[in-house]
């Protein structure tokens, strides 16, 4: 990394993938009660990611036996500091220098970040400006203090790293009102291990689900489209939905994920939003 | 896979200038020293305007106290309660302290104002002296509260 | 089509694909001695869109059993009309109310546009007042007098919709500087007929070709890049890259092109483009 | 598959105000008429400007001539030498002709100035009168020239 402003393309080979990328308190766990969609899940994106694959620097630098960590530190004022297993590091893990087909933004750190699909979007560092390889994670205050669940009996979860399996509604959703008739309904799902394999669709409250429609192509750690034509028959009712992935894992109720987890843990929140649809076709979070 | 020699080794310098990442054991710690007392002086100057000249009750985040609450309702995670390794406070506040200018406090006063957070906290006496190997010495309450990530755990 | 200005998002069932949207002059068999990549084969644009399938449209219509074409037409000022194969119809062409997630800009056919994957651009129709199902086409002057194309004999072909496979080096390219020593050579391919199977790559003027890697996802009728690493050891060469898509068909040189097609046929020139670079790492038009 | 009952027949008033296509068979093409003679005043007044008083030489496309050329290393294409039918001109006149100020022109004047086109390219004497009927009877020269696309056609 030791001149990292060098343009890098053309003189490095280069890919470019299309993944989201989330905070991993998206939404907390006080946060479940948001009005709308974007309160609810609006810290995460989806773009075109162009750059070196990481593997191609440390294989061109050359790595020891030992090296189990790759430890990345920004040019930001607090110099952020992440570190990144050498399996992801040898993955997919990319080192970006573009966005959606332009160069990143000061914003998106530029001139060069870490991308690390999947994983926990904290973790990818931006302006970077060093990669420090070795044999243990850097424990740097964003991976102990901070980017840690505390469970209901004092011990924290660390290492957290992929965002896993969510979906929401996003068209009718909280703050929406509809009218009796033909809807569309259509959301949003994502999963940080791989492709979404179905998303699933209640529109009586649980008690059934059916099989969305899935947009294609359905890429690998990126948002995913679904749609389900239904008719509104006017009464109320609470719709939601479900994500499913390659991997079999099942997007869980918040019931079911805060039965394990609690209520204080604060990220990797990916409960199921059910929104409740009044007689007058107001839309509203149903855990609200 | 295929080599391509692209790039050039980092010289010494270049490695030198942002060679500031310390281990949790304490084994990078940099030479220096810096008193409890000290670190107060220092926090009372260049902290305590955000954090509290107690470490908490400022705009920044709580330092001090909430030691036994993690298994509670309202857990309180602060330096002293939830901070596992004493060397990364090091790390942190040379890094990222204080917010206004970061990386402009000698080894020195990081040492004694690391000092004074641990103090805070109960966990450094008022006349202690810290250093690398001191510091290192230091074993955190939460040392052991730390968990592998066992997910998927939620089964549907 | 009775009223195309209601908004159609949320009332019928909706899909996004990507897909290339090329003129079929792109280039003119004239046009083939441009400068820069750009001037070659700039009339080609990949995008998001989003809209209804005609096939669901006419679904709900009712077709006649002697349906055979769809004639589209334009509420622009010259009520430009193209006549579309029912299979076509019937298959994945869409009318569309946004691109990249927008609604339709003005000059892109708002409020509603047809748009057929993979064939020549000006099919798809923008400003769309009406389809008209009938038995034959409307030989319209559009597909007469215009986007036919002229052969040696004197005779024109009629109804040349789909777009075929085509590549080309945007880097290195015209008019461009290179320095010995690494590049990676990148560019675009598509296919009208498909997905991209292959790009080959030649480096020493079409004596060897290599396989490019290719970008994934490799998407149905878009653009599709490709990239190959290569060290260009100072010596003048001519490189150039030639698609080969998911039907075997492989892109034609402008020799065996304008062997069959002569040089008046005006439309759908697809052949490679080869860049000759110069002693002092000059790129320029292989045919200038 | 399933259908969703959207949508809403079109009404007669809906369909007539933008049912202006014309078959090449010319068995849709309107009531009226207009003579060659009426077409050249036409055409004076509305489309020399820009195409020449002869069909030629403006900086609209060129309407006449170029008949026996397509073979040639010149081809010249024109309503006369490349058309293959005559209704579609009146199509094509009604509906984007003159380029300032489509679908202006009466159908007469349509007719007339189609006659008048037709005229230019030899394919009209002087006298004529274009209605549905004698529109639809022109034999354009290049009727058969069109033949089905034969693609894939380059071996590699
Ligand atoms: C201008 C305000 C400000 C000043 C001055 C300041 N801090 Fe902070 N401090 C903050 C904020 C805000 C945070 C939280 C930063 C974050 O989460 O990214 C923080 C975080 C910290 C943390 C981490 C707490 C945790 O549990 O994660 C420590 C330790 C700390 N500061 C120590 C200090 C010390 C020591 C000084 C003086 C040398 C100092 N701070 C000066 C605002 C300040
Ligand atoms: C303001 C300029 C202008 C005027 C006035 C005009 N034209 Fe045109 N005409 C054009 C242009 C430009 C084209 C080519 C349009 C295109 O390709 O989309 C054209 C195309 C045509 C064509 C098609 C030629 C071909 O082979 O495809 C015909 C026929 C025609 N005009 C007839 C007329 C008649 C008849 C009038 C008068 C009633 C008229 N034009 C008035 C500019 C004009
Ligand atoms: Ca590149
Ligand atoms: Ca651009
Ligand atoms: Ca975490
Ligand atoms: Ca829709
Ligand atoms: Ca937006
Ligand atoms: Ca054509
Ligand atoms: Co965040
Ligand atoms: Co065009």
Redesign the interface.
């Given at each position: 990394?030791?001149n990292p402003a060098t343009p890098w393309f053309?003189?490095?080979?280069?890919?470019?993938?299309?993944h989201f990328l989330e905070c991993s308190g998206n939404p907390g766990f006080e946060a479940i009660k948001g009005k709308t969609a974007s309160d609810l899940v609006g810290l995460v994106s989806c773009a075109e990611w162009t750059g070196v694959r990481l593997a191609?620097?440390l294989?061109?630098?050359g790595l020891k036996p030992e090296a189990r960590w790759v430890?990345a530190?920004g040019a930001d004022?607090?110099?952020m500091?992440r570190s990144i297993p050498i399996e992801k590091c040898l993955d997919d893990a990319l080192l970006v220098y573009s966005q959606n087909g332009e160069r990143l933004r000061p914003q998106q750190g530029y001139p060069l970040r870490v991308f690390l699909p999947g994983f926990e979007g904290n973790m990818s560092v931006k302006w970077l400006?060093?990669l420090?390889v070795s044999a243990?994670p850097?424990?740097?205050?964003e991976e102990?203090?901070k980017y840690?669940d505390?469970?209901?009996?004092?011990?924290?979860?660390?290492?957290?790293?992929?965002m896993?399996a969510k979906s929401i509604i996003t068209?009718p959703s909280g703050t929406q009102r509809i009218a009796q008739g033909?809807?569309?309904i259509?959301g949003i799902a994502w999963t940080g291990r791989g492709r979404i394999r179905a998303v699933q669709v209640t529109t009586d409250g649980g008690r059934s689900w059916r099989d969305a429609a899935l947009?294609?192509?359905v890429?690998n750690r990126a948002l995913t489209?679904f749609?389900l034509?239904w008719t509104w028959d006017g009464q109320p009712t609470t719709i939601a939905s479900r994500a499913i992935d390659e991997?079999g894992?099942?997007q869980?109720s918040f019931e079911?994920?805060t039965?394990?987890?609690g209520l204080?843990s604060f990220y990797?929140n990916n409960a199921v939003v059910p929104w409740r649809i009044a007689a007058d076709g107001e839309v509203a979070n149903g855990y609200a | 896979a295929e080599r391509f020699g692209i790039g050039r080794p980092a010289t010494e310098a270049e490695i030198a200038a942002w060679n500031i990442d310390i281990d949790r054991d304490g084994r990078k710690l940099p030479p220096g020293h810096g008193s409890v007392a000290h670190g107060r002086a220092v926090f009372e100057a260049q902290c305590a305007s955000c954090h509290g000249s107690r470490g908490e009750g400022g705009t920044g985040e709580r330092l001090a106290g909430g030691q036994g609450t993690l298994a509670s309702a309202k857990p309180i995670k602060t330096v002293g309660s939830f901070w596992p390794y004493a060397p990364t406070l090091f790390d942190y506040i040379r890094r990222a302290m204080p917010m206004n200018a970061p990386q402009s406090l000698s080894d020195d006063d990081v040492y004694a104002v690391s000092g004074y957070v641990l103090h805070l906290n109960g966990l450094a006496p008022e006349d202690a002296v810290f250093d690398a190997h001191s510091l290192a010495a230091v074993r955190m309450p939460n040392r052991d509260g730390f968990v592998p990530d066992p997910r998927p755990d939620v089964k549907p």
């Open positions: 990394m030791a053309g003189s490095h080979p280069s890919e470019s993938h299309i191609t620097v294989r061109e630098a430890v530190e004022a607090a110099a500091t400006r060093r420090n243990e850097a424990y740097s205050r102990t203090a840690t505390l469970m209901p009996d004092g011990t924290a979860r660390q290492f957290t790293f992929v896993e068209r033909f809807h569309e259509t947009q294609e192509p890429l489209r749609r034509p991997t894992y099942v869980p079911d994920l039965a394990v987890r204080k990797h | -």
